[in-house]
């Protein structure tokens, strides 16, 4: 099952308490959709695959705003 969307979340890199659900590889911090869409993915033993691959840096992320 594929649960593909753009959620504007931010799932952040904190493998070791999310190992289950997201990859070595993730950027920053979580935010709250961020969160919420870990807590879902946990609950239902999905795998947030895109921070499961090593990238360049440039490739992991698309637009930030300049205040970020």
Same mark, same amino acid.
């Given at each position: 099952?594929?649960?593909?969307? $753009?959620? @504007?979340?931010? +799932?952040?890199?904190?493998? #070791?308490?999310?190992? $289950? +659900?997201?990859?070595?590889?993730? +950027?920053?911090?979580?935010?709250? /959709?961020?969160? #919420?869409?870990?807590?879902?993915?946990?609950?239902?033993d999905? +795998?947030i695959?895109?921070?499961?691959? =090593?990238? #360049? @840096? =440039?490739?992991? /992320?698309?637009? /930030?705003?300049? #205040?970020?």
């Amino acid at each position: 099952m594929f649960l593909m969307g $753009d959620f @504007n979340a931010s +799932v952040g890199a904190d493998h #070791r308490g999310w190992g $289950d +659900v997201i990859g070595k590889h993730g +950027v920053w911090t979580a935010n709250s /959709t961020g969160l #919420r869409l870990l807590n879902t993915c946990s609950e239902f033993d999905f +795998v947030i695959t895109s921070s499961s691959f =090593q990238k #360049r @840096n =440039q490739y992991k /992320t698309t637009w /930030t705003h300049l #205040r970020s």
